[in-house]
């Protein structure tokens, strides 16, 4: 299976941005799709951004508008750019492939990277 590697993470102010990245360290497939998770200490683990299997993007309703994930076979990595970033989007970032024909909810992906964090101040 694909090998995920999340980075990119780390401290910024509120209303700041960062972009994080999730690189494949395998062959990633044509049929397979990324995306984002975040946790914070004492939370549940929650979706942020998910690509639907025609290609489309999904968002938390917070995030939309602020959030945008992309990916990009060629370079072997997938993206979530984050804007106007606030205390609350602080925690573990993960990112997660699953193959087209699972269903695009957590229990449907089985790959998973080890996270990088952010904090915003």
């Known amino acids: 299976h694909v090998q995920l590697v999340e980075s990119g993470g780390g401290s910024v102010q509120a209303g700041g941005s960062l972009r994080l990245s999730c690189a494949f360290e395998?062959?990633?497939?044509?049929?397979?799709?990324m995306a984002w998770f975040r946790q914070a200490p004492g939370k549940e683990r929650e979706g942020v951004a998910s690509?639907?299997?025609?290609?489309?993007?999904i968002y938390a309703n917070s995030l939309k508008g602020r959030f945008s994930i992309s990916h990009d076979s060629a370079k072997k990595t997938a993206y979530l750019e984050m804007n106007t970033l606030k205390p609350e989007d602080s925690g573990m970032y993960y990112c997660?492939?699953?193959?087209?024909?699972?269903?695009?909810?957590?229990?449907?992906?089985?790959?998973w990277g080890q996270g990088t964090q952010v904090t915003v101040s």
């Open positions: 997660a492939a699953r193959d087209v024909g699972c269903r695009n909810v957590p229990e449907g992906f089985n790959t």
């Open positions: 395998a062959y990633t497939p044509a049929n397979v799709r």
């Open positions: 690509l639907a299997s025609d290609g489309s993007s």
